[in-house]
C-alpha cells in the first residue's frame, strides 16, 4: 500500500508540473512523444550523477502493435508492450532496479493536454549505469522489439531519488 500511495504522489506531482509549469498560465503547452531518446538527451544522461533515481514512464500506445521485422500480428500495441513488461521485470532485477507503481490513466483532474497517456509507470533504479547495463544488454534488447512494436511513444523523466522532497 506504501509504494502504491508514493508512486501515486509522484505521478500527481509530476503531472501536475508537467501541465502547470506556471500556475496562472494560459499559455498552451507542447509534449512529444518519443520511443527512443535523441543523441543530445543520451548525453545528458551519460553526463550526469551517477545515483539513484526514479524513472516515470508516461505511455502512449499503438492500436496494432508494428515489429519492425515486419512479422505479422494481432496483438494491439498494449498487449505487445505487455510482453515487455512482463519480460523487462526480470531485467530489472538483475540491475537491482524495482518497479514502483503502474496504472492506467482515467482522466485528467487538472489542466489541458491535447491526448492523455495511456499508462504511467515508475521505476526506482540505483543508478544510471545499472539503467545503462540493462539497456544494452542482448537479453534486454531482445524483449525491446516488443516496446517498440507497442508503444505510440512515451516521455520518460527522470526524477531525482535524494529523499529531498516527501509526504
Given at each position: 500500500m506504501k509504494k502504491y500511495l508514493i508512486g501515486l504522489l509522484i505521478i500527481s506531482g509530476l503531472i501536475f508540473f508537467l501541465i502547470n509549469n506556471t500556475s496562472y498560465s494560459n499559455e498552451s503547452n507542447s509534449f512529444t512523444n518519443a520511443v527512443s531518446p535523441t543523441p543530445f538527451q543520451i548525453a545528458g544522461f551519460a553526463l550526469g550523477?551517477?545515483?539513484?533515481?526514479?524513472?516515470?514512464n508516461l505511455l502512449t500506445f499503438?492500436?496494432?502493435?508494428?515489429?519492425?521485422?515486419?512479422?505479422e500480428t494481432n496483438l494491439t500495441g498494449e498487449e505487445a508492450y505487455t510482453i515487455y513488461a512482463n519480460e523487462v521485470t526480470a531485467h530489472l532485477a538483475k540491475v537491482g532496479a524495482e518497479p514502483i507503481f503502474a496504472g492506467e490513466v482515467?482522466?485528467?483532474?487538472?489542466?489541458?493536454?491535447?491526448?492523455?497517456w495511456d499508462v504511467v509507470a515508475v521505476v526506482r533504479y540505483p543508478s544510471r549505469?545499472?539503467?545503462?547495463?540493462?539497456?544494452?544488454?542482448?537479453?534486454?534488447?531482445?524483449?525491446?522489439?516488443?516496446?517498440?512494436?507497442?508503444?505510440?511513444?512515451?516521455?520518460?523523466?527522470?526524477i531525482k531519488d535524494d529523499g529531498k522532497f516527501s509526504f
Open positions: 550523477e551517477d545515483a539513484s533515481f526514479l524513472a516515470v499503438k492500436d496494432k502493435a508494428e515489429y519492425e521485422d515486419g512479422r482515467q482522466r485528467l483532474i487538472l489542466g489541458d493536454v491535447k491526448d492523455l549505469k545499472a539503467m545503462y547495463q540493462m539497456a544494452t544488454s542482448e537479453e534486454y534488447l531482445e524483449s525491446e522489439k516488443h516496446r517498440i512494436a507497442g508503444l505510440a511513444g512515451q516521455l520518460n523523466i527522470e
